[in-house]
């Protein structure tokens, strides 16, 4: 019984292993993410079919060989349309972590380091930003500054930028006394290059995790905008507008909807197995 | 004196007391995160292009007159200093009065009091629903070996990245349209109740069990779980008796962010199912541009927000009287 105990005491790694999925599942989503990138840029690589092109005869054509997943209400070929919506589903994922990146790095930058009254301050702000939910949050933006894709990004940069703020300042704390950074200081770099070169790259470290999921996070909350038609336009192909489309036919045609969602889901699950990949080999290199 | 009424006090009553100490704190720190988003709220809306009068009265199609128009600024207090409004809407908040919604034309706080027992309703049943879904997954699989962990980490992963509003119209093609179980819309009857629920609550248990799963495992292997199998009880009792107490702790924890997911999420279920509730209001009130409404239930949201999340802080300091002595 002590051996068996003590076995396990001593091989935590192999308990860390079977926890996850299997390192087929993280290649797989590496290979559907960089598909996704190479759709982005060059959609003529995987469909020559207009995702505009209305044909009236071939409406709600259900998948086929010809149309591999189908055809929509104006006989637009829906596997063209997902391929060249990736672009712009992928684009706004980008931009709206970027955009709540900026927010978090600037308010958890002041936070750690602008002394004990304004880390009081911030974590005053980011408490108030945080009664509200994400999407309420973006509904607000969307109430004052009006719809549309610009907007879209900013409101769902600004609806995740309070969490990932508090993963900053809470980072930027802990760095903020680490050894090197005193060696730094008394080698006598100026504060601009501490923060840039020492505490920033050190501190965002584990954020990189973060930061691969919150992508596939945005990409669900920006669809979920555009599918309560507050997003982009409708003809654009972007997914959560496609889903919005479709769901005006979902009793007979279930192909409208299901499969740009399909995406959307992949999506988020490739971008999760990948950030939890990053991690276990960023944990594993860390002593 | 004072060491005999310690040595008499009872410890429960003790940490109900600190309890209710922090309970306190929180309930006051609360407070005043509502002032600040009132005013937060408040001066966002202020910026807004265009005139709120012209909204007022009619939105874009209107064509008031300008003595109507001069009427409604004198009448709704747009004529004076902004911070003259600031202090007359803070005042009209501390005696319940969230203004008139401009498209329903009817004071929000009855649009309110009519729509929010319905988001109130969904959002319990799904949170309830999720923890039951959570428990039944992790602690009947925690700890079996690789291959039952592998399907259930891979289910939980799976169900985690489902957004509600595809998986909303999924299961409204599936069991409504297609098998006719249960209404596609509507929000009277127990039956319009549930798929709108699982909708919410499968992507909350993935995210859920997620942790606990961890927690489990790992509690799992503590000592105390050894020393009661030894004293007999069987492995079932041994994970709902013992070790679950201390594997819910994360779980718990992530229960105060899943409520404020669970209200983003009502929004675009209620939405989907043609429920009544404050989500779908608040929806229709944005593409109306209908502040007050909007203003009325973000305030609310956030209220209801703030609340559960000092909750899920005294349930947590309830289930695990070290963070208390921590606190203390």
Known sequence: MTDLTLGRALTPVRRQRHLSLPPLGASLSILFLLALVLAAVLPGLFTRIDPLAIVPREAFQPPSWAHWLGTDQSGRDIFARIIHGARQSLLIGVAATAISMAIAIALGLLGGLGGARV????????????????????????????????????????????????????????????????????????????????????????????????????????????????????PAPEWGTMLSMGRDFIA???????????????????????????????????? | MTSTTLAVT???????????????????????????????????????????????????????????????RQEFGLDKPLAVQYVLYLGRLLQGDLGMSYSQHLPVTR??????????????????????????????????????????SL??????????????????????????WFP????????????????????????IAQVTRESLELTLEQPFVLTARTRGLSDLAVRFKHALRHALLPGVALSGWAIGAL??????????????????????????QDLPLVIGISLVVAAGYVLANILVDLLYQWIDPRQQEAAA
């Open chain 2, 155 to 180: 289910l939980e992963t799976v169900s985690a990245s489902l957004p509600h509003f595809w998986l909303g119209v999924v299961l409204l093609a599936v069991f409504a349209f297609g098998l006719r």
């Open chain 2, 10 to 72: 009872d410890p429960r009553r003790e940490r109900l007391a600190a309890l209710g100490r922090r309970a306190g704190i929180r309930l006051a720190g609360g407070v005043l995160v509502l002032w600040a988003v009132a005013t937060l709220t408040f001066f966002a809306l202020r910026l807004m292009p265009g005139d709120p009068v012209l909204a007022i009265l009619g939105g874009t199609t209107g064509n008031p007159s300008p003595e109507a128009i001069e009427a409604a």
């Open chain 1, 252 to 287: 007979n045609a279930w192909w409208l909807t299901f499969f740009p969602g399909l995406f959307i889901v992949l999506t988020t699950l490739a971008t999760t197995v990948t950030g939890r990949y990053i991690q276990q080999r960023l944990e594993g290199r860390l002593p």
């Open chain 2, 263 to 288: 209200i983003s999420g009502a929004v675009v279920c209620e939405v989907i199912f043609s429920r009544k509730g404050i989500g779908r209001q608040l929806y229709q009130a944005v593409q109306l």
């Open chain 1, 119 to 234: 880390d009081r301050a911030v974590g005053w702000l980011l408490e108030v930003l945080f009664a509200f939910p994400s999407l309420v949050l973006a509904l607000l933006f969307v109430a004052v500054f009006g719809s549309g894709v610009g907007p879209l990004i900013v409101a769902t940069g600004l609806g995740g930028a309070p969490g990932y703020a508090r993963m900053v300042r809470g980072q930027v704390l802990a760095v903020r006394n680490a050894g090197y950074i005193e060696a730094a200081r008394a080698l006598g770099h100026p504060t601009s290059r501490i923060v840039l070169r020492q505490l920033l790259p050190n501190a965002m470290r584990p954020l990189v995790v973060t930061l691969t999921m919150g992508v596939g996070q945005a990409i669900v909350w920006a669809s979920a905008l555009s599918f309560l038609g507050l997003g982009a336009r409708p």
């Open chain 2, 184 to 207: 596609p819309a509507g929000s009277d009857s127990l039956a319009s109740l549930v798929l709108p629920a699982f909708s919410l609550a499968i992507p909350l248990a993935g995210f």
């Open chain 2, 111 to 152: 649009v309110l009091a009519e729509q929010g027992g319905a988001t109130f309703e969904l959002t319990v049943a799904a949170l309830v629903l999720a923890w039951l879904l959570v428990l039944l997954l992790t602690v009947v699989t925690a700890g079996r070996g690789r291959l039952i962990g592998g399907v259930a």
